[in-house]
């Protein structure tokens, strides 16, 4: 049994910020079968505009994206003038290695960091169902 | 004047008394002479004369030692003062018979000329080496405030001015948090160590690394180390110095470039996230509906994407602890979990080559001190040799006990082809492996090197026992996790970190 068929997901709903095409594909088939619906957003400012609109429960937020960068995605989202009270919990996922500071400064105001090439879509979904 | 006419009068009236004493002398005994003995008038005078020379002679000489006193005083005195004539007393004075008055206003006038002179020096002194300060101060080529004990900018010097870009007129006399605003990437910051040096340290000095300076829009921004002086109640009203060592260059391209090494890691990460992606998702699809071959082949896949992303986290660690840059997050956990969960995630890469994993965990261990995802990857790097050099057997075996020192110990055990004694040594070594196995047995010689590294951070030692043959066992120890607790800096803080070589970081999968 894995945690696919659990349903932990139902009727929630996941904003995906990620470029790379084949990643978002993975993760949209995981979530979904949890249950999720899932977006998916491809670059910084689209992706910012749609977690804005807070109809998310979760955003999976990649660092390395196009326009702007996930660290100015999440600047965003942190600061109460350009978003007022954000429901959604924010997770960093990324496979980039970040001078120690700066991914202590971001931890701080994510929910989660996870690296992607240490878990599998099966286990990210594992993990959204702990963590809420 | 007053007292040069005393002198004179003085000698003067010596010499009178004693021309009168000399001349009553001779009167009184040419009167003798001619009174009492009868002789000749002519022999008297011709004697009274010879007596006269005589006298005249006694006399002077007598004379010049009262006369030539002051002379002496006024030399003793000038010479006393002389910094290169040793043993010359001061004149006493007192002792003087002739010109006492004279001597001791001049001698007064000579010390009170000496000491002007020396207060000439002192002030010359002065002059140049404030000149001196000011010129180093105003033309040192670092950024330079001086604080007073308000926190007001009492100086700046003209580095500062063209580094903040303001005038002085704009920089000094200001509270200094409003001339400078500053992030540091620390709670350490300027301002709560000032304050706390004002509170308790008589002197202090501190620096830090990294500040940021927030601008206008309209600057560009700076990044600079700072070094701070405190001097508490300094009588000048300069307490506190603040000197700035400009990095913008060097730290922004730091912020901005992500290092070869991170960069590469990311490149190989990706590929690798879709790879073992697919391969889940393959395994999901056809769960059930493969082969034994084919599920074989499957687990191969996953195993094999599964060592690929642990070497490559072995890559970007062994970088990390060569920069300095791996700390540690030692938070309280429970051992045997610990292990349990490290054995599973390597149970399909033994599977896959047909080699089982026990264990065999004592029940009366102290919780420990870990960074869980460090101490993941040492025993994952321990349970990866075993598995390469274990040769026929199909055995692996790890065990954890509370060892005689109160240590936490723990071993992996295989009963493969062993290590030779002569390079034992070696194995903590970078990029070191075993040289009759290289030809066969894949490995950079990077996996123990790190668990090294690993381990010491967590005040632990490794070790590693082997016979040719007969097979070999590595382990490690660990501190229980009250021990470490004494590090603890404060009583809400449940963490400990810990550098291989004392750096502050974080160092984790994930956390919340």
Redesign the interface.
């Known amino acids: 049994m ?1 945690q ?1 068929d659990t349903n932990s997901g139902a009727g929630k709903k996941v904003l995906c910020i990620e470029d ?1 095409h ?2 978002s594909e ?1 993760y949209v ?2 979530l979904s079968k949890a249950g999720y619906s899932v977006d998916v957003e491809l670059d910084g400012s689209e992706g910012l505009k749609k977690a804005q609109t807070n109809q998310y429960d979760i955003i999976l937020l990649d660092l ?1 994206i196009p326009t702007l960068t996930g660290i100015e995605v999440l600047r965003a989202l942190r600061d109460p003038e350009q978003t007022p009270e954000l429901k959604a919990k924010v997770i960093i996922t990324t ?10 400064d971001i ?1 701080k105001q994510a ?12 286990e990210l979904v594992d ?1 959204l169902a702990a ?1 809420q | 004047v007053d007292n040069l006419q005393q002198l004179l009068n003085q000698i003067r009236k010596h010499l009178v008394l004693v021309l009168v004493l000399e001349n009553a002398i001779l009167l009184a005994g040419i009167w003798v002479g001619s009174t009492y003995f009868s002789i000749p008038l002519a022999y008297l005078i011709a004697a009274s004369a010879c007596l006269a020379a005589i006298l005249i002679t006694v006399i002077t000489i007598v004379t010049a030692q009262y006369v030539i006193e002051p002379t002496r005083a006024l030399w003793q005195a000038i010479v006393h003062l002389n910094p290169y004539e040793q043993g010359v007393a001061a004149p006493d004075i007192e002792k003087l018979r002739v010109g006492r008055n004279l001597v001791a206003s001049l001698t007064a006038q000579i010390y009170q000329l000496a000491t002007n002179a020396e207060h000439v020096d002192i002030v010359a002194d002065k002059q140049a080496s404030n000149t001196r300060a000011e010129f180093i101060m105003n033309n040192l080529p670092l950024p330079l405030l001086v604080l007073d004990k308000e926190q007001n900018i009492v100086f700046s010097n003209e580095a500062a001015s063209s580094y903040l870009g303001r005038e002085k007129a704009d920089i000094q006399n200001k509270n200094v948090y409003s001339v400078l605003d500053m992030s540091f990437p620390s709670d350490d910051t300027f301002d709560s160590w000032l304050n706390t040096s004002q509170v308790n340290s008589a002197t202090s000095s501190r620096l830090w690394e990294r500040v940021r300076l927030n601008v206008t829009d309209n600057q560009p921004t700076r990044l600079f180390d700072l070094a701070g002086y405190y001097n508490k109640d300094n009588s000048t009203g300069n307490e506190t110095m603040m000197v700035l060592f400009d990095h913008t260059s060097q730290y922004s391209q730091d912020d901005q470039a992500v290092s070869f090494i991170a960069l590469s890691v990311h490149e190989l990460r990706t590929p690798l996230t879709v790879l073992r992606g697919y391969i889940e998702a393959f395994e999901e699809e056809f769960e059930g509906k493969l082969s034994p071959e084919l599920q074989d082949f499957m687990y191969k896949m996953q195993a094999t994407a599964q060592q690929l992303a642990a070497f490559v986290n072995n890559i970007l660690n062994v970088a990390r602890v060569d920069e300095d840059q791996l700390v540690l997050s030692l938070n309280e956990a429970s051992w045997n979990e610990v292990v349990e969960a490290a054995v599973a995630t390597m149970s399909l890469r033994a599977q896959v080559r047909g080699i089982t994993l026990e264990t065999n965990l004592a029940d009366n261990l102290p919780t420990v001190g870990v960074d869980r995802v460090s101490i993941h990857e040492v025993i994952n790097n321990l349970i990866d040799n075993a598995i390469k050099y274990t040769g026929k057997s199909t055995k692996i075996i790890v065990t954890t006990t509370l060892n005689k020192e109160g240590m936490v110990e723990t071993t992996v055990t295989d009963h493969g082809v062993g290590i030779p004694e002569n390079i034992m040594g070696n194995l903590f070594t970078k990029f070191y492996r075993d040289h009759r196995n290289r030809a066969q047995i894949g490995g950079t010689g990077l996996g123990l090197y790190l668990s090294k590294s690993i381990i010491t951070a967590h005040g632990g030692n490794i070790w590693v026992r082997s016979k040719v043959g007969e097979g070999s066992t590595f382990g490690f120890t660990l501190l229980p996790f009250t021990e470490l607790a004494a590090e603890r800096k404060n009583s809400d803080n449940t963490e400990i970190v810990r550098g291989a070589h004392g750096w502050i970081k974080n160092h984790s999968l994930y956390r919340r």
């Open positions: 894995d696919n790379e084949f990643i993975l088939r995981s390395m496979n980039l290695e970040q001078r120690e500071d700066v991914r202590a931890e929910d989660g960091y996870l690296v992607k090439a240490e878990i599998t879509p099966r993990i963590i």
